[in-house]
């Protein structure tokens, strides 16, 4: 165990996502940010995607790295109401209070998850967030506005005001916690039931005081999305969400999931390594909202590494999905 925590701490994409982080604990001064947007002053990769990319790289728990983020994140499930805690929707929330309501909401969400997956779950503050949330997206799933959830306003599409639909952060939280999953068990089956439908094909926004936020994180049904043949439009994106639907346990009622792992098995040789044909790069996301998991491997130069982050998540998935496998 020693040696492979060395190996760990000297691991280059550890050192390189340390070494972006500031002394409070941050990363480039944001909480959810997927990429460099420069409206909002966002530089970087935000702390929520950094903090869980050095968990799927596996670095040791208790560091003080994670220490310091977690304070950060025990404040905002705390429902603390510094503006600073608003982060990259400072500025914009002085003018407009919804925002600052909205961003406290999703900013909620984002830290739950993050401690979650950390491998927090008995922490009754990450164990009341993910009670309190899940109600909420338990309540939405049971009202009318889930069957019609996008209305019109003017020129534009929005969803519905009072709308508390399931983000890519609330259904992670219930999927990294299989205490919450036995105790809720009629909400993950409608929750289940509600990500294998089609999603609308409107485009929409969402109206939050004076603002138009385009969606980034909501999910209005199925996300996955793929060709006749079972390729995935975005694969790191699809495997990460085919490995939440396994955690949960409805894997087998999402037909795009299946057809997609088919595709992705298909493409593996007698070894179990995925080997596409003309693999000469790696797969890149078009949402960036699984980028914290894909790659892991830094160095993607040459085929073998090219192919071991996918055969490396297909093997997860397997095991989640209570496959029986054979390592050779």
Known sequence: MHALRTEVLAD???????RKQNASGIWAGNILGLTQAKAQG????GTVAQYRHLVELGYPQGERAYRMTERVFHRLLSRDEDPALL???QKAAK????????ARDLMREAAAVALAHAGNIDDPRVRGAAHKISSRVSQFLRSEISDKPIKRSGSRNILHPEAYPPTVFSVAIVAYMPNLQRERAGFVDRLGAYLVQAAPKRTYVIQVGRKIIRPTFQLLGDPLKADSSGN???????LYWIEILA????????????????RLIRDCDELGVWNPRNLRALPKSSSRLADFAFPLEVDGKTAE???ADVTFRLALIAKLAGWELEYT
């Open 95 to 102: 003018a407009n209070p919804e925002l600052g309501v909205w």
């Open 232 to 238: 995935p439009k975005d694969l790191p994106f699809a």
């Open 12 to 18: 280059k994409g550890v050192t390189q996502t340390l």
């Open 42 to 45: 966002i530089k970087d990769v």
């Open 305 to 307: 590494r090219r192919k």
């Open 247 to 262: 955690r949960l346990g409805v894997l087998g009622v999402s037909t795009t999931a299946q057809r997609i792992l088919c």
């Open 87 to 89: 982060f990259e929707y």
